[in-house]
């Protein structure tokens, strides 16, 4: 019996460890949300009037307003997405404590930045959505409009929408990190990557054409720009990660003789 007990505990030490992490994570996110919500519902931050930023210049009034929960709803939301952002590095921090015994030296070096980069590239991607696209994409659409009808969006569709553009171009931002990562795995090479550039270029440019439809050619090109970029930055760190495999497998062969 005390030698079952030995054997188990190393993992009823993991379950314990796991346990203390998990709720210092959800401490973080409580704590987050509860400081973004007073902020919020207290007006210090107006999240209605500055969400509605993009699409005021086009209204001919204020947004609709169909339910009395909608409101309450969008703050509530906000709340939870800010309350996440602002916990992300607790978060961030007791997953890397809770792994890294695990991972090899190599390995740690390539974690911290990769998850690093993720986050910064998510929301340069939330953040060129709602400066640039948001406001491209609202001019084309009321461009539409007929002096015989009036639009007038209702809050919860207009900040539906806009939640799914900002995370839409979060996403795809996410590009290089999932080539870096399909890279560290062997499944995509720089050489297969620079092979295909010309057939990424059209990819970037049907998905800005279908993502935001432009109004003209140069709208369109300051959409594919950035898209094709970060697939140009993919191609660099492959190579990267494929320098630093070669480097390991040289130095491995020679104390192997």
Known sequence: MAAI????????????????????????????????????????????ALLSRPVQPYLQS???????????????????????????????????????????????????????????????????????????????????????????????????FVMAMCLAFGAVFEMPIVILILSVFGIVNPRFLAKYRRHAFVGCLVAAALITPGQDPWSLFLLTAPLYFLYELSIVLSRVVYSKRAKREANSALEST
Do not use: C
């Open 5 to 48: 007990n030995q054997a188990e505990m190393p993992f009823l030490d993991h379950l314990e460890e796991l346990r203390w992490r998990l709720f210092k994570m959800a401490l973080a996110i409580a704590i987050g949300v509860g400081i973004a919500f007073t902020l919020l519902f207290t007006k210090q931050i107006d999240i209605v």
């Open 62 to 160: 204020k947004l609709m307003v169909t339910h009395p929960s909608d409101l309450f709803d969008i703050v509530m939301n906000a709340s939870i997405a800010l309350g996440l952002i602002a916990a992300s590095p607790v978060i961030v921090w007791q997953i890397w404590g809770f792994l890294s015994p695990a991972l090899y030296g190599h390995e740690k070096k390539i974690v911290i930045p990769t998850l690093v980069g993720a986050a910064l590239l998510f929301l340069a991607g939330m953040v060129l959505a709602y400066v640039f696209v948001l406001p491209v994409t609202f001019q084309f659409l009321f461009g539409f409009q007929s002096a015989a009808v009036e639009i007038k969006p209702t809050v919860h569709e207009y900040f539906g």
